[in-house]
Structure formats: structure tokens, C-alpha cells
């Protein structure tokens, strides 16, 4: 077993659920990315609007003067690896891979604007699809499915094969459960507990459940974000074990060393592998 690769979460918002407001200049979230980078983590996502439930929407205008100059500033500073913009509008997209993204990070999976798609294909950059019921503002008022984890396959599942239809490349795709956006504890959790059956689609999968509310509804004493690495960890590893081919953490340190302990029992034992 080798370990997933992380993604580590640099926010530049002012309402984001864990950190929001931390980094509130372009020299802050630039030396938060390079700190992220130094302890292990693999790709650096850059976002400028919060998609907390409830969230209220910002316009591609700020996003883009939030993410671009932090993306250009990473590059500057050195930072080869990849970067990723967490958005779901296509206008920003496009600024942000001209400022040197690599990737798009979208949970409307392509499906905010008529030419979401279009842009995807055009600028060949890879491409999360994420899953999301409903809109932050609205997305967990009372979410319902008969079958969770097979109703978020197969949606996940049409929408790789529109992108493809569009002309995104089918290596450019990955695929994200969407943990926390639309769905009650007991939904994320079967959806972990099944993440093989979104792997084994082909297409590798992000897993994001990091700091997030489902941890404080298993342990009432997490009521602050920052409270909730273990929970975090224990989200990273079973996500690992079930396939997940890049985590997003806000806390890359512990991550990486949990992962690549993870990596080394199971390099131990054959029967593990």
C-alpha cells in the first residue's frame, strides 16, 4: 500500500467554517501554501469562497483578486507541484490556470455555468467533480436518499461521462463524494465506508472530511473546528484504506505521518497489500 497523495486546504476567505479570515492578505496565504508545502503536502488548493452550509455566495470579480495573486505568488516563490482553484465558476477558473493552476476543484462538478464544461475542456487542466445536494445556503436542510452511496455513484458517474462528451480528457477526471455537502452524519459515513465502490468507477477519488461537523456529531466535545484532528485522521485513514487517491486536510503534518504509517504496517504484512 502506498500512500494517497494530499491536498492541503489553504482558504482565503473570511467565513470558511475552520479558518476563515486567517489568511487576509496575498503575503499570508502565500507563506500558508509554502508552510503546507514544507510539511509533505502534495497539492496546494487555493480557494476564495466558502462552501460551508449557509455559505452566501461571492462574485467571480473578489474570488478572483482573493486566489489569483496567491497562485502567482506560490509560483514565484518556487512552488513547482500542483495547484488547485476550488471554484465553481469558469471565469475564475480560466484566471487561475492562466496564473498557473493546475487543477479545478468544482463541486458543482461542472455544473454552475452553461459553459462549465466547454471550459474544462478547453483549458486541459485536471478536474474534481464533486458531488453536492443542492446549494450551501440550502444543502442540509433535511437531505434525503434511498440509497446514498449508490445515488452518489451514479450521479458522479453521469457526470464523468458529460465531461468526457464535452472533451475533457477521462485521465484528467476525478471524482469526490462530496462529505458534508448535502448529506447527514449517517450519509458521509456509509458513503466512507463504501468509498471502494466510487473507486472502483476507475476514476481516482478525493476525499475531503477534514475539521468538519460530522466529527463534533460523533464526539459533542469537538465543538471547535481545531478540535477535531483526530477525528480528521481517523476519516484520512479509513478513506486510504478504501481507496481514496488524494485526501484534503487543512492539517498536512499529521496527515502525511499518519499516512505513511498506515503504508509501512501494510508494507510489513503481504496479506495487507
Not at 215 to 241: C, M, V, Y
Amino acid at each position: 500500500m502506498t500512500r494517497p497523495r494530499v491536498m492541503g486546504i489553504v482558504n482565503l476567505t473570511p467565513d470558511s467554517f475552520s479558518d476563515g479570515g486567517r489568511l487576509s492578505t496575498v503575503e499570508a496565504g502565500v507563506a500558508h501554501g509554502l508552510r503546507l508545502a514544507g510539511q509533505g503536502a502534495d497539492i496546494l488548493d487555493i480557494g476564495g469562497e466558502s462552501t460551508r452550509p449557509g455559505a452566501e455566495p461571492v462574485d467571480a470579480v473578489e474570488e478572483i483578486r482573493r486566489t489569483v495573486p496567491v497562485i502567482a505568488g506560490l509560483r514565484a516563490a518556487g512552488w513547482a507541484g500542483p495547484i488547485s482553484i476550488d471554484t465553481m465558476k469558469p471565469q475564475v477558473a480560466r484566471a487561475a490556470v492562466a496564473a498557473g493552476a493546475m487543477i479545478w476543484n468544482d463541486v458543482t462538478a461542472l455544473g454552475f455555468g452553461l459553459d462549465s464544461m466547454a471550459a474544462a475542456a478547453e483549458l486541459g487542466c485536471d478536474v474534481v467533480l464533486m458531488h453536492m445536494r443542492g446549494e450551501p445556503r440550502t444543502m442540509q436542510a433535511d437531505p434525503r436518499y434511498d440509497d446514498v452511496v449508490a445515488e452518489v455513484a451514479d450521479w458522479l458517474a453521469a457526470r464523468a461521462e458529460a465531461a468526457l462528451a464535452a472533451g475533457v480528457a477521462r485521465e484528467r477526471i476525478w471524482l469526490d463524494p462530496g462529505i458534508g455537502f448535502g448529506k447527514t452524519t449517517a450519509h458521509n459515513l456509509a458513503l466512507t465506508a463504501h468509498l471502494d465502490r466510487l473507486a472502483a468507477t476507475g476514476f481516482p477519488v478525493l476525499y475531503g472530511a477534514s475539521r468538519k461537523r460530522m466529527i463534533q456529531l460523533i464526539d459533542p466535545s469537538s465543538t471547535h473546528a481545531g478540535d477535531r484532528l483526530g477525528g480528521s485522521l481517523a476519516l484520512a485513514l479509513e478513506a486510504a484504506r478504501r481507496g481514496a487517491s488524494i485526501i484534503r486536510v487543512h492539517d498536512v503534518r499529521e496527515t502525511v505521518q499518519a499516512l505513511a504509517v498506515q503504508a509501512a504496517v501494510a508494507a510489513s504484512d503481504p496479506s495487507l497489500a
